[in-house]
Structure formats: C-alpha cells, structure tokens
C-alpha cells in the first residue's frame, strides 16, 4: 500500500470511528433530551468529534515520531497509558473551555466532573491507541516477513551461483588436471587434492541450509578453496590471513569472504602470467566487522565483476538495510574489496 492510499484510508477510519461514537453521545443526549431533536445537540457533537480527530492525530504524530510502537511491551503500554491519560485531560478541558465561552458559563467548572469526563474520554483514546499501535505491529511484521522471503530468494539465488561455480565444468577441468598431473610424480598431493575437492563441495553443501555462519566456519571452506587453487597455481598464487581471534565467532552471511575470495582469484589472480597474492583481513570496528581482500591486479572500467558481488550487496540490504557499507578500490598494482556490517555473536 503507497503513502498516498494508506493517508486516506486513514483518514477515512479515523472519520468512520468518531463518528461511530459521536452516534452513540446523540443517541443518549437524545434520549435524555426526552427524545426531541435540539440543535444545541448536533453542536456539541460536532465540537466533540472534531476535538477528538484533532487530538488523536496528535497522537499518532507522538507515536510517529518517538516510534513507540518499536519498545518492549511493558514499556509500550505504559506510555499508550500516560499518553492517552494527558490526551484525554487535555480533550476535556478544551471542550469544557470552548462550552465555556460558547454558553458563557465560566462559573460551572467542576473538578469531579472533569475527572468524570476524563475517565470516559480516556477509554475512547486507549481503544484508539490499542488499535493504531496494533495496526503498526502488524504492518512492522508484515515488513519483516517480507524482507525475510527476499532475503531467503535472493540468499537460494547467491548459493546456486556459488554451487555452480564450484561445480561448473571449467572449474572441475582445472582442479581434476592439476590432480591428475600429480598422480605419477606425486602421489601423496595428488591424493590430498582429492580430499581437498572433496571437502570443499561437501562443505559448500552443507552452508546452502545457513543464512549466517560464524566466521571460523567460513574460513574453512574459504581455507579449503584455497588450498584446492594452490595446486593450480602453484607458487604463483601467494595466500596471507589475518583475522582476530576475537572475531572468529562472529557471524555473517554464508558465502560472504568465499565470494570475495572466489572472485579475486577469476578476476585478478588467473590474469596476471606472474601470480600473486591474496589477502584476508578480519577485524571488530567497535560495534561492526570490518572484511577486506586484498588481491593482485587492476580494476579496469570494462571489466563485469559478474553476479557473486551484485547478489552479496543485495543481502547485506536485506539483512543489514543501512547499516553496512561495500567498497572496491585499485591502487599499486592492487584491487581491495571492504565491508563493514554490524557484529552479530555466534553463540
């Protein structure tokens, strides 16, 4: 629903409600007016339901604007209690006062009619307040169910590229020729690229089911690739990890440094006739985790840095919405991809 239709829907509701109580203050005025039909009745209606509308928009501007329907619910219903309880004060001595200069009877002021009055009012706003805060929890969970179907497509879709790429036949080729070219001359490596590949599609896996995972088991699959691409690259590809023990069990996104790492070596490592280097930095920023790869290699305007990097900027949306940034740099001959997103324990 656009900002647009949901202002005149509420509106409408708001014109719909009042009027509804205002029907029931006519029916009993009526009735106590032996049921004749007086203007001064639809006056006073028409002064209390236009105070009402006045005074509950305000409060929902006070709701709007403090968020309160965001609080824990002890906390909520106290502050929907003490506000309704100021609001309905309020409402009376605004009607009593404008009574007042209407009929000129300044003289009649009553404080236990007051409260009387406050305390009836006070029951229109709380079911007021009950069914706006109500309404906003159900369209905040609404929000986050569907933030969570798109964050599960979008992380199925990150997960079957990741899959593909781990078991697309030029991958494949690259990893099963450089084992077999080991096999007569060194077997023992040969045999451990195996269990290297192996292991690699076993984990890749078993991560599919995880939207976050800790960073130590992230680390082992991205450990796992690696190992896998240094028997094809051999002394060209140089490997360097620096990440804080204090940040090894904080979670992030499955995929998140194995995409990264995955597309420095397609797009930097496997261009350059001399190797080079990888490296992985992990560290806790205050409140956030900050991820950087580091590679060999330009960032040229031309080059299509594929989906992998498109798709993990989508879920750290989804999953983060403003609190994260992504940068990618190149200088000296080095291309640098950093994120920072907010720091979630593995417990």
């Keep these: ?18 009027f ?9 005025a009526y009735r106590n007016a032996n049921n004749q039909l007086e203007f001064s009745i639809f006056f006073n209606l028409t002064l209390y339901l236009i105070v009402g509308i006045l005074l509950s928009h305000l409060l ?6 403090k968020k309160y329907f965001q609080f824990n619910a002890p906390l909520l219903v106290s502050r929907i209690v003490i506000y309704s309880g100021i609001v309905s004060f309020t409402y009376t001595l605004i009607n009593k006062l404008l009574f007042s200069i ?29 069914i706006y805060i109500t309404y906003h929890l159900f369209e905040e969970s609404r929000k986050k169910e569907i933030n969570n179907l798109l964050l599960t497509k979008t992380q199925t879709e990150l997960e079957l590229q990741n899959l593909r790429a781990q078991l697309n036949p030029h991958f494949l080729f690259n990893s099963l020729n450089a084992i077999r070219a080991l096999i007569e001359i060194e077997p023992t490596k040969a045999k451990n690229g195996i269990n290297l590949l192996s292991n690699l599609l076993r984990s890749t896996l078993k991560l599919n089911s995880d939207k976050l995972v800790p960073i130590h088991k992230e680390m082992e699959l991205v450990d796992a690739y690696l190992q896998l691409e240094k028997i094809r690259f051999e002394e060209r590809l140089e490997v360097r990890s620096k990440i804080d023990e204090g940040c090894l069990y904080l979670e992030i996104p499955a995929f998140t440094i194995q995409t990264l790492v995955e597309n420095s070596i397609k797009h930097g490592i496997s261009q350059l006739i001399d190797g080079g280097f990888i490296e992985i930095s992990v560290y806790r920023n205050e409140n956030f985790c900050r991820i950087i790869v580091l590679n060999s290699g330009t ?49």
């Design 102 to 130: 209407i009929y000129l009877t300044f003289t009649k002021w009553d404080l236990l009619t007051i409260l009387l009055n406050t305390a009836s009012i006070f029951v229109v706003f709380i079911l007021w307040s009950s």
């Design 60 to 65: 929902r501007f006070l709701y709007l604007r």
């Design 299 to 347: 960032l040229s305007k031309n080059i299509d840095l594929g989906i992998g990097l498109d798709n993990l900027k989508k879920r750290f949306k989804l999953q983060y919405q403003d609190q994260f940034t992504f940068s990618i740099i190149s200088s000296d001959d080095c291309v640098e991809v950093a994120i920072s997103i907010p720091a979630n324990i593995s417990i």
């Design 20 to 28: 509804m109580y205002g029907t029931l203050l006519f029916l009993a």
């Design 1 to 18: 629903m656009d900002v647009k239709r949901k202002k005149i829907v509420y509106w409408l509701l708001q014109i719909i409600g009042w």
